[in-house]
């Protein structure tokens, strides 16, 4: 359905362990996405090869892990990998200091987490940038309410949620 829309752009994240299997089962779906990559239709947003919880994970796994899927990305789609899912939409402060020195240069967060520090909905589209220890990550605050829209409701609805967030 995608594909007719010329002028729609999305990011698109992929599990590791299902890229795997795509490419294995079925590679015309892999052509497919390299065509929209090449014309910069699709985004690729990476994050850790294996989905870990990544605070659960000592510093050097975290960035191993999240290098070794951009690198696999990269090649896979003759692309540069700028920006990474969080599993789980686990989140900590601490963890902005490895996604930044594994290379990456965003990422998206549960708006759950600026709203439980006071941010109000209207302050949630956008970017915004974190900071530990000298490494600057940009980060994006999800939506809970498009996370539940896309898969389970009418298309109709989700596409009056983003004339709502436009206007």
């Known amino acids: 359905v995608f594909e007719e829309y010329e002028a729609l752009r999305l990011s698109l994240h992929t599990s590791g362990p299902l890229m795997l299997w795509l490419e294995e089962n079925h ?57 990474m899912w969080m599993p789980e939409r686990v989140w900590e402060s601490a963890l902005t200091k490895d996604i930044a020195r594994a290379g990456m240069e965003f990422t998206l967060l549960d708006d759950f987490h600026f709203k439980a520090a006071g941010w109000q909905q209207n302050d949630l589209y956008g970017g915004y940038l974190t900071e530990e220890d000298g490494s600057l990550l940009q980060v994006f605050p999800g939506s809970e309410r498009l996370r539940y829209l896309l898969p389970f409701a009418d298309p109709q609805d989700t596409i009056e949620f983003a004339r709502e967030v436009a206007e």
């Open 27 to 83: 590679p015309e779906y892999i052509e497919r996405l390299k065509l929209l990559v090449a014309a910069s239709r699709i985004e690729i947003i990476g994050g850790p090869f294996y989905e870990p919880i990544l605070p659960m994970l000592p510093s050097r796994d975290r960035i191993g892990q999240i290098r070794a899927y951009t690198d696999h990305l990269n090649n896979l789609f003759n692309t540069k990998v700028q920006g």
